[in-house]
């Protein structure tokens, strides 16, 4: 077959068969972010209408990656216009400030103002490192927006030390509500001015999250773009990138600045506008964000402020011997696997497989989840799972976290608040979850300063025990017995003396009330219980049998959810699972004809391998089965995980404050730890104050219980009694 050009539609929509015979994808046929597609089809209707050419000989040529070049050319091309119609099209209540009698009748303004919206334009992303060249105001009040530059490269402007100088009382003053996008960010560039704000009214990105958690992009012009013909904006709202590539504000003309800085406030003022009215008819959410999220923001300033010390000295030893380590290591893999690159999935794949014939699992991947699955097939996988697992230690901790030292001698990370859908912390630079034991012993405390570390003990089943009302679930911990070894006592039917520490029954009741909680599938379950899945089955319906109300907490759920397509935590927190409710009828009812041929009440395990059920019939079941049944384990987690989460959060903000009080720092929280670094001369009274701080967060059916270490290396906690009786 002669080689051929495929036409123009079949290259984005239909796809084309080449001359080898090879089907060839269109380009909407591929895999797509809502972002690339968006991008392509501006690509394409570009070439459609003649604004740009195709940009190659044959369309053989034509892909996907092409058409997102194309995409950026397009960008750049049009940049220039679209900077000079913004520019032409600056509205009229657009105002820069260049001048001290401007900015003297601006501070006049604004002290007749009851909230602004803010932000700040800066050199760069580095809260300790780059600074503020020009900020924007919107007054609505007045009805009027500005735009101060303060460090532009060229054009009028006046002196940054003036300009904050003459703002510092408004910016500090809590009457004055002040209205923000990520305004966590633009405290930091404050203080790094010397000005801690005060009166933060509104966070519309933090609302944001939790008017809607499936969100794709929290950032300000994505949200202006999806949502602003609510709100009087109909235009795009182009990105900082899209309209500036890598140039740095400071170097922006102020003209152009001028429109680009003013609509931040301006949108982020409607948006508000837009949320607040959201926010009163949903009075939990409203409840949510006045009382726990909005002031968590303050919370989180100070904990990255605080910051953790590292210890350069232990960084270097500690490197050095996992270097060795390492290197010994990487001699074993070549006894074992040859000359050969262990970081390249190429070459492993191709030893693994084509020469040493190891099963084939997933797809011939070297991924660590395939290694440990591949463990028992040769002696060298052990070593190489290790020889990763140090190779990421040093790469990603001990080397990594020495070089983000700021000029005050700590890593300055950074705490989200509204980063994961079931409201719980999270933290990057460094991820304090994911930091493994042995790196926290790079953290530590500074001179004349202890960490404590308070960790709440077993809150999941704990709110699981509330929640579901189940009593024998609450008894272990009304009658402060071990609540794994009275569970497994009950659903294994032995005595409570055979289910203590260490014993099989014990722990298989752990992963299994884990498993419950977290949402975790028949098949995960069996893998972590190294049982089959149908004994995990069976292991589970005897936990339910013997936990009713847990079991009776779980389905009604599931029917919460089909009915709602939401569940929401004790304190209001919303978990949204659009579309649910069509796909889990469909299940429901393709289920119940499934049992009525099988004359059976429940769904058996594997409904594939039976000829009694029409193929058809077992086709359209597994369709929406994996989507359904995940939206059920999901939504028992979000309202587990999720009071948790809130739970944890109403404890950091006790917590911060009676830190203050003492002048003491909250510096981080990792899952339900709080961290904190305080005096030496600190009492066995301050840890039951701390303690009560967080136990006071909530009132349960069941007590909340608080376990607490204190250190001068984290990671090397001695526990409060052990801490007080050494020092007596």
Known sequence: MASREPTWEEVWLSGWVSHTGAKKKAIFQTNLSDLDKGRLKTVKAAIDSGEIGVGVENLKKFTKAHALRLWRDLQMQRKESVLKNMVANTPANYRLIQTESQLDQLISDLRNEPIIAFDTETTGLDVYHDVIVGMSITLPKADYHVYIPVAHRTGKQLDRSIVLAALKPILTDPAIGKVLHNAKYDIHMLLRHGIRMQGLL?????????LNENEPSFALKNLATKYGKYFGFQDSSHTFEELFGKTRFDDVPLDVALVYAAKDTHLTWMLYLWQREHLQRLAKLSRLYRELENPLIDTCVEMEQCGFLIDQGYAQQYGGELKAEISELEKNLVDHFGEINFNSPVQLARKFY???????VNDRSTDMKTLKALKDKHPGIEHLLKYRELSKLLSTYVEALPERIKSDGRIHGSFNQVATVTGRFSSNEPNLQNLPTKARKLIVAPPGKLLVGSDFSQIEPRVLAHISGDLHLQEPYLNGQDLYSTLASRVFKVPIEECGDGSKYRKMMKVGLLAILYGTSMYTLSDQLGITVEEAQLFIGDVFRTYPQVYSFIKDTHLL?????????????????PGHRQ???????????ICSIL?????????????????????????????????RRQSVNAIIQGTAADIMKRAMLNLNQYCNRRGWSLCGT?????????????????????????TAAASLAVPLKVDTEIMTRWGEGIKKGEWFASAA
């Not at 796909?583 to 004809?593: C, G, I, M, Q, W």
């Open 354 to 360: 084509d020469e040493l014939k190891l099963p084939e």
């Open 583 to 593: 796909k889990a009828n469909l299940y429901d009812a393709l289920a119940k004809e």
């Open 670 to 694: 990792v899952h339900d730890e709080a961290l904190m670094l305080v005096d030496t001369n600190i009492t066995e009274r301050d840890i039951q104050d701390i303690e009560a701080c967080m």
């Open 561 to 577: 959810v089909k009915e709602n397509e939401y569940v929401e935590t004790l304190f209001g927190r919303k978990r949204r699972f």
């Open 599 to 631: 004359g059976v009440e429940e769904l058996p395990l594997d409904i594939w391998r039976n000829n009694d059920i029409p193929r058809d019939l077992k086709r359209k079941f597994y369709n929406v089965k994996g989507e359904v049944e995940s939206v």
């Open 202 to 210: 509104h966070d519309t990105r933090v609302a944001m999250a939790l």
